[in-house]
């Protein structure tokens, strides 16, 4: 599976910026896909996630009723709206894909098993 990120850029707080992942390849074995975000001099971290056959979202309380995730109707390209953004968003994003069968959500670095190049979010305040 190869993932396309795309979308970054400058942004000031309170904004909004709507990154787009494409996915190509064996796309039909994929089960979760999500973005995870990088700040300079931390570790990556979740910031939410699809289950791709029931479209169910999941997110941690940092980024919700400001982030939302959606994807295509044919499974080709996934979203992540950001509204509301706050100079603790600034961060590489990435986009990622997931092929457990297991049904848990992926939330953490180890469940990836797919990464798409990040793209650059910065939000000044």
């Known amino acids: 599976v190869q993932l396309q990120a795309s979308g970054g850029g400058l942004v000031q707080a309170g904004g909004s910026l709507r990154l787009s992942c494409t996915a190509s390849g064996r796309t039909a074995s994929v089960s979760q896909m999500g973005w995870f975000r990088q700040a300079s001099g931390k570790e990556r971290e979740f910031v939410i996630g699809?289950?791709?056959?029931?479209?169910?979202?999941y997110y941690p309380a940092s980024v919700k009723g400001r982030f939302t995730i959606s994807r295509d109707n044919d499974k080709s390209t996934m979203y992540l709206q950001m509204n509301g953004l706050e100079a603790a968003d600034t961060a590489v994003y990435y986009c990622?894909?997931?092929?457990?069968?297991?049904?848990?959500?992926?939330?953490?670095?180890?469940?990836?098993?797919?990464w798409g190049k990040g793209t650059q979010v910065t939000v000044s305040s």
């Open positions: 699809m289950d791709w056959q029931s479209i169910s979202t």
């Open positions: 990622a894909a997931g092929l457990s069968t297991t049904g848990l959500p992926m939330v953490t670095v180890g469940s990836v098993d797919f």
